[in-house]
């Protein structure tokens, strides 16, 4: 409950961006707090441990940034899962539909072994379109899928329900 105040603290709405009718979770001044920053990074390498993870998956862009020092805290490795067009070599590629239009992530092909179980993690789960293709990724990558966390759900946009069947009876950790 300590930390959950101590994050939700630092979390901006910005209204009408980047579209008019939305207001925007802008978790900058979080990241620009140590106590709070630190405090969510050690929450996320927490959960990487307690769900057995061996690989963090962060997923682009913000994800990023909340992933990789996790999977450091953690002692494991991290993987960006990024736009298409963006990595190097041998990948392969999950797209999905958008509110207008579609998307598509990319993952390197050797980025797992066999065996590792994945945690990813994202800033904010909105629709749930983003993770919930990730995890496909994952698994066709041939790993396992560990959970997903996030710092922040939209509840009202459903995410969690639509996510429900790529978990597969794996957790959605929202801090
Ligand atoms: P989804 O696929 O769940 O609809 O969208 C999730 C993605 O959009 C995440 O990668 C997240 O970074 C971004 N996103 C959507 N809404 C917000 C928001 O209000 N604030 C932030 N920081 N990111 C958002």
Redesign the pocket.
Known sequence: AELRELLLGRIRDVPDYPQPG??????TPLLADPAAFGALVDALAALADRHGATKVVG?E???FILAAPAAARAGIGFVPVRKAGKLPGKTLAQSYELEYGTAEIEVQTDAFAAGDRVLVI??????????EASLELIRRAGATVAGVAVL?E?GF?G?RERLAPALDGAPLDTL
């Open positions: 939305v207001v925007f979770k802008d978790i997923l862009a913000r994800g994202d800033d904010v789960l909105a629709t749930g379109g983003t993770a922040l939209l946009l995410g």
